[in-house]
């Protein structure tokens, strides 16, 4: 098992360009949830999915787009990037009640 | 609402000493309580969680947490630091509802001096 993956690790993007996150997993986890990481604030939830088709904004949506076509994938997009999404992305996935699995991260830089 | 603060930052500690990391917590239900690990540029780690039974658990690498309703508190310790403890270390609530949302402490960084 591959648990939790995520593409790509590392991106650069100039402001105003629009990239897809992709987290996918092969537990046949019912939940999915993306974060964003930033230096003394934790993890934020930014969007989540309790099961394929359907998503739900976190704390902090704003600029940020999801979809779960697919039970195994969560996919995260930024339409138009700014300096202020520079950031670690983790996703995560759980079956439900018990412990989320992470992702290793994907590293963003806005310019 | 739920959320949990964590009192320091940064914690410094000598390699074979005692480590603590502080965790308060704020929940108007019992809660369902964690300790992720996070070493430098890596993904996040379960370390341990505590879900309404024996208040004190024991996770992997030597750490164990005690869950104090009465001071609404879950400290994460271990007896002798290792150099490869050195992580951030986060104190995480589950929302008690359908959607088992985790809400994230701002995290303690812990230091292990040789």
């Known amino acids: 098992n591959a648990g939790v993956t995520q593409t790509p690790k590392f991106r650069v993007l100039k402001t105003g360009q629009s990239m897809t996150l992709l987290c996918a997993q092969d537990?046949?986890?019912?939940?999915m949830y993306w974060y964003r990481q930033d230096p003394g604030m934790g993890l934020r939830l930014i969007h989540y999915?309790?099961?394929?088709?359907?998503?739900a904004k976190g704390e902090v949506p704003d600029g940020y787009n999801v979809s779960r076509l697919k039970k195994q994938n969560f996919l995260l997009g930024l339409e138009s990037a700014a300096p202020s999404q520079t950031s670690v992305y983790f996703c995560a996935s759980t079956r439900g009640g018990n412990e989320q699995f992470f992702g290793p991260g994907t590293r963003l830089t806005v310019l | 609402a739920q959320s949990v603060t964590q009192l320091d930052s940064h914690v410094s500690v000598s390699e074979g000493t005692p480590v603590l990391l502080r965790c308060n917590y704020s929940s108007s239900y019992s809660p369902s309580l964690f300790w992720y690990v996070q070493h430098p540029n890596k993904g996040l780690q379960l370390l341990l969680k505590?879900?309404?039974?024996?208040?004190l658990v024991k996770g992997i690498n030597g750490f164990e947490a005690e869950f104090k309703k009465s001071e609404t508190s879950f400290h994460l310790t271990k007896p002798s630091a290792h150099m490869s403890d050195a992580a951030e270390y986060f104190c995480?609530?589950?929302?008690?509802?359908?959607?088992?949302?985790?809400?994230f402490g701002s995290g303690t960084r812990l230091l292990v001096r040789p």
């Open positions: 505590y879900t309404s039974a024996a208040t």
């Open positions: 995480v609530v589950r929302k008690m509802d359908s959607s088992y949302k985790l809400i």
């Open positions: 537990m046949n986890h019912e939940y």
């Open positions: 999915s309790v099961g394929e088709g359907t998503t």
